[in-house]
């Protein structure tokens, strides 16, 4: 048995942030790899205050990366699923049984209203509320709003939402010395600034006309959490294209150090072993096909890079991707910006467009990514057995 040390933190890091990244349900978009990363350093901050030891501080971020992982199976009750997923990591890096109990006592303390049983989950429990202190505490909170309409967790309208927060406020406090000290004073004036929003909304409500109603009506549009909504998914895109681009680099580099070595030093044997001829040429074609399907995976598509005053007023273009305009004149581009910034129906609609193609040029690049590493796998399986067949014929 050992105790968690950083190696175990790394290994939980990436575990969990893989989970995160790949496997969260559609619609999550407040309970996500950034929200854990966040936690994960206020808890850290948060430690540090509270004068946790080494070994304090390894258990609370490993129960921090854990808290939130549940979500990837079940929305209500997540913390129990955390907690088994947790236990089962650390059992297989035969973590000691203590360490692996405070771990799913401050996992299992996250469940709100907050019951800490020690220090460490105190701890976290502030660290995954330090969001009622900030500053942007109106736009995470929409985000948390529109997560639980898209997931159908508890679709809420904003003042309905807004009094179900009022209610948290109230029923919250900080467990710790240092958010008490440094935290408590910003939580307040939010509390003050939602208690003026709902009495806002309340008086709007009962001095709302009969003749307003329709021009109301008509001004409804998108909310803060629709444009939280599409920076989420843009950022997870460029990720996931990142990644991919990364493995496709790692293929290609792979391959590319084998054929130089299957080169400069098989065929030099060919004359004295002709038997190794084929199976090396088997084995080089592999390696070759690997980094032709790897090097297409990345590869560019760019399209004319021109568009015409009726595209844009039919709103066919999508002025985000720089492919649409990079032949154009920066007069012709910034008529065309100013265009679409006031049409939000265009504004929108590219912003969706754009989302679906990016989404499509990902499919591409796995697709060929998979079959990459398909051939890659496949070819050295092949490979080694042409040449074992190869030498036992010699």
Not at 26 to 50: C, F, P, S, W
Request: hydrophobic share 45%; glycine share 4%; aromatic share 10%.
């Amino acid at each position: 048995m050992k105790k968690i040390d950083l190696t175990t933190v790394k290994e939980v890091e990436q575990y969990v942030g893989d989970l995160l990244v790949n496997d969260l349900p559609m619609g999550m978009i407040y309970h996500t790899i950034d929200h854990t990363r966040q936690v994960v350093k206020n808890a850290e901050i948060i430690g540090l205050k509270e004068n946790l030891s080494e070994d304090e501080l390894s258990i609370l971020k490993v129960a921090a990366w854990f808290h939130d992982v549940g979500y990837i199976s079940q929305y209500q009750g997540h913390e129990a699923i955390s907690v088994q997923m947790a236990n089962d990591f650390l059992n297989t890096r035969v973590i000691d049984q203590e360490s692996i109990r405070l771990v799913a006592d401050a996992i299992r303390a996250t469940e709100f209203p907050h019951k800490p049983a020690h220090k460490i989950a105190a701890v976290l429990c502030d660290a995954d509320f330090m969001h009622l202190s900030d500053g942007r505490y109106f736009d995470i909170s929409e985000q948390l709003r529109q997560e639980w309409k898209k997931t159908g967790v508890r679709p809420l309208k904003k003042q309905e939402f807004a009094e179900v927060s009022l209610e948290i406020f109230q029923k919250h406090t900080y467990n710790t010395t240092y958010c008490q000290n440094h935290c408590a004073k910003l939580k307040e004036k939010n509390l003050e600034l939602l208690k003026r929003v709902i009495l806002h909304r309340q008086e709007k409500e009962t001095s709302f006309s009969a003749q307003e109603a329709p021009k109301r009506n008509k001004s409804i549009g998108y909310s803060r959490g629709v444009d939280s909504m599409f920076r989420m998914t843009a950022r997870n895109q460029i990720n996931l294209s990142s990644i991919a681009d990364n493995k496709s680099n790692i293929l290609i580099s792979l391959n590319g150090i084998i054929i130089s070595l299957g080169i400069a030093f098989l065929i030099r044997k060919f004359e004295e072993t002709p038997e190794i001829i084929f199976p090396t040429i088997v084995f080089l074609a592999f390696s070759l096909t690997t980094i032709v399907l790897a090097i297409l995976s990345t590869r560019p598509h760019i399209s004319g890079g021109k568009f015409t005053k009726e595209d844009i007023k039919q709103m066919k273009v999508n002025l985000l991707f720089f492919g649409s305009f990079y032949n154009m004149g920066v007069e012709d581009y910034e008529w065309a910006i100013k265009e679409m910034i006031n049409n939000d129906k265009y504004l929108y609609s590219t912003m969706i467009k754009d989302q679906f193609f990016l989404g499509k040029v990902l499919a591409r690049k796995y697709k060929l990514l998979r079959a990459a590493y398909n051939i890659f796998m496949f070819g050295l399986i092949i490979s080694v057995l042409v040449f074992i067949l190869a030498f036992i014929h010699i």
